[in-house]
């Protein structure tokens, strides 16, 4: 019976919680290896207003909470610490843990990836409050403010066009004097008349006690430095999947995205991906969520081949 089977998940952002729902729901006897600092990238985020089912939007840690009891009510066992390594070489795939080593007859790797910070002390106090790294989510609360982009690449771009939506003015700032962004999105940034690009100036800070009033800029030659008065600074600097301890044990883009073969599987047998660790397009709660549905599904199928 599949039911004797052990699910082992790493992660517990959207996608590793539904795994979670729907592998215990499945009788799979799931553990979640949550990490010391659970809840993924919706910890950072407050109102999340895109989150089908909730009209009146629901802050990112509650969701998370909610989706964790709902994972706790069907049985999964959630264990407080991070990931250390794996070894998908035997029979039972072993994770390890400074609490120990957990073994499974399925994995399902949820670990996500983590927003690139420019690491400025401002940026981080103010994280939440005007400073974002995400305009598909907070666009929507800079309706009629000016606000600034970070970055130079295709998210960059493509963030200052979609946050022209709503704000008055988009600032796009890089810190080069080229893009490295695609052709199509720099012509359509140049040619958009809410946006003004800064090339050639980093930023030094982020202005504001509570919530953001501004940016202080340097130029990279001259070293001048410049204050602009905006209300949001949206950091479109690159993401980072977390995917070091699989190095060398699961098939990577060169980015270091774990790619997938059949379905939601890797490039071992008996190990599934979910979420934004495969996903560097979407990104989205909602998308993290489904294919943690979707991972959760071949893998109860994987487990049922197993004992027939
Ligand atoms: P990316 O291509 O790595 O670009 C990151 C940008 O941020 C670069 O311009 C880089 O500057 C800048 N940057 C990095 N660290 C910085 C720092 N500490 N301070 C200031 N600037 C910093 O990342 P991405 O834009 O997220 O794109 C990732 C991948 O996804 C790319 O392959 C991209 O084509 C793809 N993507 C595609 C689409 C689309 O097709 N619609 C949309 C989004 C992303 P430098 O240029 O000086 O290195």
Redesign the pocket.
């Known amino acids: 019976m599949s039911e004797n089977k052990k699910v082992v998940i790493i992660g517990s952002g959207p996608a590793a919680l539904t795994a979670a729902i729907y592998t215990s729901r499945a009788n799979l006897n799931p553990t979640c290896i949550a990490g010391y600092q659970p809840g993924g990238q919706l910890m950072l985020t407050s109102e999340v207003e895109n989150f089908p089912g909730f009209p009146e939007g629901i802050l990112g840690p509650e969701l998370m909470g909610n989706m964790r009891r709902q994972a706790e009510r069907f049985g999964t066992k959630f264990v407080e610490a991070d990931a250390v390594g794996v070894d998908f070489t035997g029979p039972l795939h072993k994770v390890f843990t400074d609490e120990g080593v957990y073994e499974g007859d399925a994995v399902i790797v949820a670990t996500g990836a983590s927003a690139?910070w420019?690491?400025l002390p401002s940026e981080e106090r103010l994280r939440g409050r005007g400073v974002s790294s995400c305009a598909t989510c907070d666009g929507f609360f800079f309706r009629g403010k000016e606000i600034a982009v970070?970055?130079?690449?295709?998210?960059?771009?493509?963030e200052a066009l979609f946050l022209t939506k709503f704000a008055t003015k988009v600032n796009l700032i890089?810190?080069?004097d080229?893009?490295?962004?695609?052709k199509i999105?720099q012509d359509n940034a140049f040619a958009n008349p809410k946006i003004t690009i800064i090339l050639n100036h980093?930023?030094e800070e982020i202005l504001g006690e509570n919530h953001v009033e501004g940016i202080r800029l340097r130029h990279a030659e001259t070293g001048e430095l410049t204050d602009l008065a905006l209300a949001g600074v949206f950091v479109?600097?690159?993401?980072r999947p977390n995917t070091t301890i699989f190095k060398g044990h699961l098939e990577m883009t060169e980015?270091g995205y774990i790619t997938r073969q059949e379905n939601s599987g890797t490039s071992v047998r008996g190990v599934f991906v979910a979420g934004d660790v495969n996903d560097?397009?979407y990104r989205q709660a909602i998308t993290a969520a489904g294919s943690g549905c979707a991972a959760a599904l071949d893998a109860e199928k994987y487990l049922e081949a197993l004992v027939s």
Request: hydrophobic share 40%; no cysteine.
């Open positions: 690139m420019l690491e970070i970055g130079g690449g295709d998210s960059a771009l493509e890089h810190r080069r080229k893009f490295r962004g695609s999105m980093a930023v479109a600097i690159g993401h980015n560097f397009r």
